[in-house]
């Protein structure tokens, strides 16, 4: 990834992530089920409830959000984007409360993008895991020159990203259809085709490895240190990240199988209904 020359940040004792919603609007929280834990995407070691959530999961976010502000920065300078119209809230938006009506599209600060992360990780109770798996699909989009990430498209690339990060991590995945409960600005049937359009981009390939990982928590680290923000925390053990690993290969496995069933069964490529993980 080219990169540009980080601002100077400094979360100084600041222990949580910023609750301070984006100067548009604020992006409520749907209610949970009082006591509900999610179990992670392991046969032989699961993650017990404590490590749901990280000491200080805003020192990963917080990078991860850096980098991600950087791919739209760079998407509005480019003067030939790549903007499917699926990913695209002018053709498709997803009507957050208190977005401007019309919406305005320009780049998002960091804290809104650090806001609107935040949201769909805490309220699906994901592993802070998801932000570094998130952004790894959106580098992969980017580099198979499937899409630009860009003001008009960001959120909804965003979301169906992490939404994908927790099916493959979690065992016990969020469901398309608790999507549309959990979040009300969008609907089951866009849920859907967003995660169809998706896996297409990424070649339906969703693998994570340790390499990888260990790629973006080194480059997350990284950032953390040239903006002067404290060091984070690694999110998993080495049980815990090999059986990611292996979840993550069985899944793209799984969905590739299921695909090449379904071509195998149909006239045409343009008949094929894509896989979605569920």
Known sequence: MATQPLPSRSTGDRETPDATPPAKGKYPFASKKVGQKRISASTSTPIVSHDIRMDKPHLLLEPVCLIIHQY????????????????SEKFNPLHLPNDPKPREFKIPGVEEIRYFATLIVQTLELNPCAYLMALCYIERIIKNNKLTLHSTNWRRVLFS??????????DEAPWNADMSDSFQWITLDDVNRTEMALLSMLDYSVRFSQQLYTHYYLQCREISQRVNMELP????????????VRRSNNEEERIKSKQKTAMSMQEGPQKVKLAVIN
């Not at 739209?72 to 990913?87: C, D, K, S, T, V």
């Not at 990203?161 to 979690?170: A, E, I, Y």
């Not at 925390?233 to 990611?244: C, G, N, R, V, W």
């Open 72 to 87: 739209i920065e760079q998407g509005e300078a480019n003067p030939r984007p790549i903007l499917p119209n699926m990913f």
């Open 161 to 170: 990203c992490l939404l994908l990060s927790g099916k493959v991590f979690h």
């Open 233 to 244: 925390s690694e999110p998993l053990t080495q049980s815990e990240l090999d059986a990611l």
